[in-house]
T-cell receptor, first 116, second 114 residues
Framework: GAGVSQTPSNKVTEKGKYVELRCDPI?????LYWYRQSLGQGPEFLIYFQGTGAADDSGLPNDRFFAVRPEGSVSTLKIQRTERGDSAVYLC??????????????FGPGTRLTVL | AQSVTQLDSQVPVFEEAPVELRCNYS??????LFWYVQYPNQGLQLLLK??????LVKGINGFEAEFNKSQTSFHLRKPSVHISDTAEYFCAVVRMNRDDKIIFGKGTRLHILP
């Protein structure tokens, strides 16, 4: 079946602009995660949704970053007043959250954001 | 809090030679352990995972890793590498019995020499 998809694959914007990054999880997956991977680093957690609500947003770096998942499926990561330091690959992952145990997170290909 | 340390940022190795990529972790609670691989211009793939049971786990493409609780290590090994193994490898942990964030190391770039 289809995996996690992310659009756009590449986004170039100017400093100060607003951007939206979209994630389509695997159908039926109730948990959705956003990570950010800066150059030469491992992915860093941003936010986790269970259904429509943000279960953990402790990784969002500041109030310029916001994410929504209004219908419990597609999610949008929104970045206001972009800064050059926001340049990174933004990864989305989803999992089928079954009770107990471990639920594998499946990653999308990422959106490469470049802020000029 | 959890943290993951990958001491080697790059590891060069000749084709068909063995390789070990080192990973140490720190956590006050029990964790699951993972290795992910990221091939050039591709997304993250799960290589292998340790959840419980046997401390030696086998993954895809001939890789294996051994969980050592006393040394808080989860080193990745392959007895004979191929040029197609050129990639970035990430060690990672997740708190046990929690569906939450993956904590990744900074990655080790495996460079296969012909």
């Amino acid at each position: 079946g289809a995996g996690v998809s992310q659009t756009p694959s590449n986004k170039v914007t100017e400093k100060g602009k607003y951007v939206e990054l979209r994630c389509d999880p695997i159908s039926g997956h109730t948990a959705l995660y956003w990570y950010r991977q800066s150059l030469g680093q491992g992915p860093e957690f941003l936010i986790y949704f269970q259904g429509t609500g943000a279960a953990d947003d402790s990784g969002l770096p500041n109030d310029r970053f916001f994410a929504v998942r209004p219908e419990g499926s597609v999610s949008t990561l929104k970045i206001q007043r972009t800064e050059r330091g926001d340049s990174a690959v933004y990864l989305c992952a989803s999992s089928l959250r079954l009770a107990g145990g471990y639920n594998e997170q499946f990653f999308g290909p990422g959106t490469r954001l470049t802020v000029l | 809090a959890q943290s993951v340390t990958q001491l080697d940022s790059q590891v060069p190795v000749f084709e068909e030679a063995p390789v070990e990529l080192r990973c140490n972790y720190s956590s006050s609670v029990s964790v699951y352990l993972f290795w992910y691989v990221q091939y050039p211009n591709q997304g993250l793939q799960l290589l292998l995972k340790y959840l419980s049971g046997s401390t030696l786990v086998k993954g895809i493409n001939g890789f294996e890793a051994e969980f050592n609780k006393s040394q808080t290590s989860f080193h990745l090994r392959k007895p004979s590498v191929h040029i197609s193994d050129t990639a970035e490898y990430f060690c990672a942990v997740v708190r046990m019995n929690r569906d939450d964030k993956i904590i990744f190391g900074k990655g080790t770039r495996l460079h296969i020499l012909p």
